[in-house]
Nanobody
Framework: QGELVESGGGLVQAGGSLRLSCAAS????????MGWFRQAPGKDREFVAT????????SYSDSCKGRCTISRDNAKNTVYLQMNSLKPEDTAIYYC????????????????WGQGTQVTVTS
């Protein structure tokens, strides 16, 4: 229980798109809200997006809103983050997380974390 494995990061030019994936163990995925945080060099880890256990409700940071879509595939125990119109300031390590509530915004409130996937956006 608790294993989260991210993939899909990479190097992309500004204006491009990436889809991050996070595969979770069955019990972790079926029992928790899921989310994405990111951490840029020298900065704190910050909230990006969350999705409720049911998948019916999502929320986004102001910086991601309108450019990002979080979704979950319950059959595959996988959560996704589609990011469009990427900007150099989106460069960071993106972490998948699972927790009891999609309304949590602080990293300390989440129970499980992946190892992170690097996203680098060049200008």
């Amino acid at each position: 229980q608790g294993e989260l494995v991210e993939s899909g990061g990479g190097l992309v030019q500004a204006g491009g798109s990436l889809r991050l994936s996070c595969a979770a163990s069955g019990r972790t995925f079926s029992s928790n809200a899921m989310g994405w945080f990111r951490q840029a060099p020298g900065k704190d880890r910050e909230f990006v997006a969350t999705i409720t256990l049911s998948g019916r409700s999502t929320s986004y940071s102001d910086s991601c809103k309108g450019r990002c879509t979080i979704s979950r595939d319950n059959a595959k125990n996988t959560v996704y983050l589609q990011m469009n119109s990427l900007k150099p300031e989106d460069t960071a390590i993106y972490y998948c997380t699972a927790g009891r509530s999609a309304f949590f915004r602080r990293p300390s409130e989440y129970d499980y974390w992946g190892q992170g996937t690097q996203v680098t956006v060049t200008s």
